[in-house]
């Protein structure tokens, strides 16, 4: 009976493991897919100023700025916001705060990642793409685990970016376990 016992409480330790490892990736999917959808929408809106532009309606310096005044203001969630930057590593809309207009493309993480050459990489992916990387919330100076989806807008030479803390999936998988 003991021998039973010991293999029936292992294979309840497995099933449960391999039920976290399923939970946790949905969780991870999810996020993607949302921060996915979100930098799609903007760019949406970004390409419908673009093609107003085309038509005449503006110049496309009017429409650059345009675009950047309503993605400044964008958000989603309780609180998700974009960036974007050049191809070069030149802010051009970060919630309207000093970064806007500073060239950003050496910064690096608490790990060394040099993550907005990373997200303009990813993001001049075809399909865009995802990074993760350490960074303080607002107000904050402790680096915590971040991941953004980034995709370029090829008619102002931009990527367009968004993404979350998830050191709260990390410390709910943790309270699982």
Do not use: C, H
Request: no cysteine; charged share 25%; aromatic share 12%.
């Amino acid at each position: 009976v003991g021998v039973m016992g010991v293999m029936s409480i292992n294979e309840m330790n497995a099933v449960k493991n391999m039920s976290l490892k399923t939970q946790e990736q949905q969780i991870r999917d999810n996020f993607d897919n949302n921060v996915k959808e979100q930098v799609e929408s903007a760019s949406a809106m970004l390409n419908a100023i673009y093609k107003r532009s085309q038509a005449g309606e503006y110049t496309f310096e009017e429409a650059k700025k345009l675009a950047a005044n309503l993605l400044r203001e964008l958000r989603y969630g309780t609180d998700g916001y974009f960036w974007a930057d050049t191809y070069e590593g030149i802010n051009v809309v970060m919630m309207g705060n000093a970064t806007e207009g500073t060239n950003r493309i050496e910064l690096k993480d608490s790990n060394g990642v040099e993550f907005i050459k990373e997200i303009i990489k990813q993001g001049r992916q075809p399909n865009g793409g995802f990074i993760d990387y350490m960074f303080p919330k607002a107000g904050t100076t402790e680096p915590l685990p971040k991941r953004s989806y980034s995709k370029a807008f090829e008619p102002f030479n931009w990527v367009i970016g968004t993404g979350n803390y998830t050191d709260y999936i990390d410390s709910y998988i943790a309270s699982q376990k």
